[in-house]
């Protein structure tokens, strides 16, 4: 894998400053402000409908917010060049099912497409980084099958060989561990934190907090409509925390292995996340119990 561009000086890469988020009469989100640099692992974790797809995509430039914007280098999204920005960020999405029946070598080609011309063909070095893409997902037996043959696992998997292949500095995950066995989603969290280990900036959503903290360098938790922590995986999995926006009791003390956290759910408390108190700051990074 090439080494992408890391950010001038080391600042932020990638930043999201005041974004708020609504549909219809729903605010998502509001007053959300994040920067991100070169080479950082990021957890996004919240509960279900807390709006952790619906930051992955304002930060590619899918949907707009209905207030404040994103900059990759000090420049806002609206400013680049729809291929230019293929260039610099991807987003393998949860949502991995198609209309049509390509093969598995041909999408994870596709990655490649926004570093050619218009009538350009894949030349050699192309082609050598779409066979390490299969190889390094463990899809390259499958090159000759379609994409609808495949399994839910399986496409995941094509999707983020095709990303590897995109070679972009900013990646995106999309709860793409959710359709994985247990071998996989080991295998595909490795790749990712390789990715940022080479100067990749990695964005993932990911449900399951114990592999959360044993991959990520950060973790922003989304929930209530806010940002409510941002920091390091041990500052933000409190018990605390976890009563108050997972609605759950719980263990959490190191993992067996020694890396990360083991958090046991224990019970739910039944109540459902719960609004922040009146005066209190929504930042409960360093929270704890």
Known sequence: MSDPARSPGGGALLRASG??????????????DLAFRAGEMIGLIGPNGSGKTTL?????????????EVCIDGV?????RRRRLARLMTLVPQDTGFDFALSVEAIVAMGRNPHLGRFEVPGASDLALIAEAMALTGVAALAG???????????QRVLIARAIAQQTPIVLLDEVTANLDLCHQLEVLDLARAMAARGCLV???????????RWC?????????????????????????????????????????GAGLAVTALASTGSGPSPPAPGRPGILGHTSD
């Open 217 to 257: 360098d950060r973790l922003v938790l989304l929930a209530d409509g806010a940002l409510q922590a941002d920091g390091p995986p041990r500052a933000v999995l409190t018990r605390a925390i976890l009563r108050r926006f997972f609605a759950v009791d719980a263990l959490i003390g190191e993992a067996p292995s």
């Open 145 to 155: 099958r379609t994409i609808d043959t495949l399994s839910g696992g399986e496409r």
């Open 56 to 68: 992955l995509r304002l930060l590619m430039g899918l949907i707009t917010p209905a207030m404040g």
């Open 203 to 213: 964005i993932a959503a990911i449900h399951d907090l114990g592999m959360a903290s």
């Open 76 to 80: 806002p999204l609206a400013r680049y």
């Open 19 to 32: 974004l708020r988020m609504r549909y219809g009469e729903r605010t998502v989100f509001s007053d959300v």
